[in-house]
């Protein structure tokens, strides 16, 4: 057993824990690690006759609170070398700390395999086994994340695979995060576009189709789409928008009041991952890198969103 450094007795005996210290041990003894790590272990290097990989659960976690926390590679070296309470979560001593260029191999294996997209469903399905996803009702929406618009960088050019859209009297150039969550905000569907891609294009691919109540702001509606779903039974709750030349009458705008009481749940998981962690302009060049990030951040906002009734469920 390694003995305890005089940094570690202090660490153990200081007076306050922090906020940082309480959030990455809430996280630690709520996520579902074994679940979270069986798809990465299957594509996940094995020792071989060089120098072995670090551990799979190791770099799992420090990619998490690269998210959490918004640190780049370099950035969440730094941290791991400045703050306990990160080595900890980690699993690591101050002589094991991953390299930034560790760190970043670890994010485009997560992306080659498209494993992030499978941590949020296996996220999904775990909190569908406990009922803390309910598949009665969906609300859509979706929010834009800008990029960089500058042509001063190496190739002289904006990123080719973001796009500009107008929302009121202002553009936006970036991308689009679609999502379907439940009636309480919890996401579990997740689709990543340019920001040109009308919200309408991706309603379908945010339902999971067992929907027996759909709720969505004016850029959803479409009366083909209400005929079909009212015809399968489905409660159309999608805000009313008024036609050319008139104006919404009293009955659609307290419809639409009614309404916009469920579907503003859906901000919850935007709030937290905008708001909460920083996530308001895009990291990388490029769709693919992007909306992987997206997935698991997603999904660690279901499992941050949730953490009280995970902490009764855990006990």
């Known amino acids: ?40 272990l299957k594509k996940y290097p094995k020792a071989g006759n060089g120098r072995p990989p670090i551990a799979a659960e190791t770099m799992l976690r420090i990619y998490f609170m690269q998210q959490w926390y918004g640190l780049s590679h370099p950035g969440m070296e730094d941290s791991l ?22 760190i970043l191999k670890f994010r ?22 406990d009922d803390l996803i309910l598949s009665e009702g969906t609300i859509v ?11 001063k960088n190496r190739d002289r050019q904006r990123d080719p695979e973001m796009k500009q859209t107008k929302k009121g009297n202002t553009w ?30 991706i309603m379908d691919d945010c339902l999971h189709g067992e929907e027996q109540t759909v709720y969505g702001d004016k850029a959803y509606a ?36 009614k309404s916009n009481r469920v579907r503003a749940r859906v901000e919850h998981a935007f709030g937290v991952i905008k708001h909460l962690w920083g996530y308001r302009k895009v990291r990388y060049r490029g769709l693919s890198k992007n909306a992987a ?9 279901n499992l941050y969103m949730v953490r009280r009734e995970l902490a009764v469920a855990t006990g």
């Open 1 to 40: 057993m390694k003995q305890a450094s005089f940094s570690d007795l202090a660490y153990e005996t200081k007076k306050k824990i922090t906020r940082k210290e309480r959030f990455l041990g809430e996280m630690d003894r709520l996520l579902p690690w074994k679940r979270l790590m069986k798809p990465i």
């Open 81 to 102: 070398y400045d703050i306990e309470s990160m080595r900890r979560f980690a699993g690591v001593t101050i002589e094991q700390i991953p390299d930034e260029s560790t």
């Open 108 to 129: 485009h294996f997560l992306e080659a395999h498209r494993l992030t997209e499978t941590l949020f469903q296996r996220t999904e399905q775990y909190l569908c086994e």
């Open 141 to 151: 929406d979706a929010t834009i994340v800008s990029a960089p618009s500058s042509t």
């Open 172 to 201: 936006h150039f970036g991308m689009k995060m679609h999502v379907g969550s439940d009636l309480r905000g919890r996401v579990h569907s997740v689709v990543v576009t340019d920001a040109s891609v009308h919200d309408s294009q």
């Open 222 to 257: 479409d009366a083909e789409k209400q005929r079909q779903a009212e015809s399968k039974g489905i409660d159309w709750r999608v805000n009313r928008k008024a036609g050319r030349g008139r104006k919404l009458t009293c009955a659609d705008k307290a419809f639409n009041r």
């Open 293 to 301: 990030q997206v997935f698991t951040l997603f999904a660690l906002a």
